[in-house]
């Protein structure tokens, strides 16, 4: 029901955008949201968005990570910029109805993953 996509391999400093299409779940009554997962590491909170287009984010990727949403098109984005080698992990986007948006054991839906390396 979560489809995500648009994960490559990225120098430092460098930019990409994913992607997660949704479908089969009333979209807009979820809040969406984007976790990684690194080798040999437990699965991280990145960000998320709200109901209405409002993101919250983990310190990590603060002011070069940005959280969308088009409920028109049941789609979520995630817009990363000035990347670090430490970004690099297989990203997951999700939707929760939980009033915990950053923990993902509360999410309910989970799309396959895609591997974001960033490497010069």
């Known amino acids: 029901q979560l489809q995500a996509s648009g994960g490559g391999l990225v120098q430092p400093g460098g930019s990409l955008r994913l992607s997660c299409a949704a479908s089969?779940?009333?979209?807009?009554?979820?809040?969406m949201g984007w976790f990684r997962q690194a080798p040999g590491k437990e699965r991280e909170f990145v960000a998320f968005?709200?109901?209405?287009?409002?993101?919250i984010y983990a310190d990590s990727v603060k002011g070069r990570f940005t959280i969308s949403r088009d409920n028109a098109k049941n789609m979520v984005y995630l817009e990363m910029n000035s990347l670090k080698p430490e970004d690099t992990a297989v990203y997951y986007c999700a939707a929760t109805k939980s009033p915990v948006y950053n923990d993902y054991r509360y999410y309910d839906y989970w799309g396959q993953g895609t591997l974001v390396t960033v490497s010069s």
């Open positions: 089969g779940l009333t979209f807009s009554s979820y809040v």
């Open positions: 968005v709200t109901f209405s287009g409002g993101g």
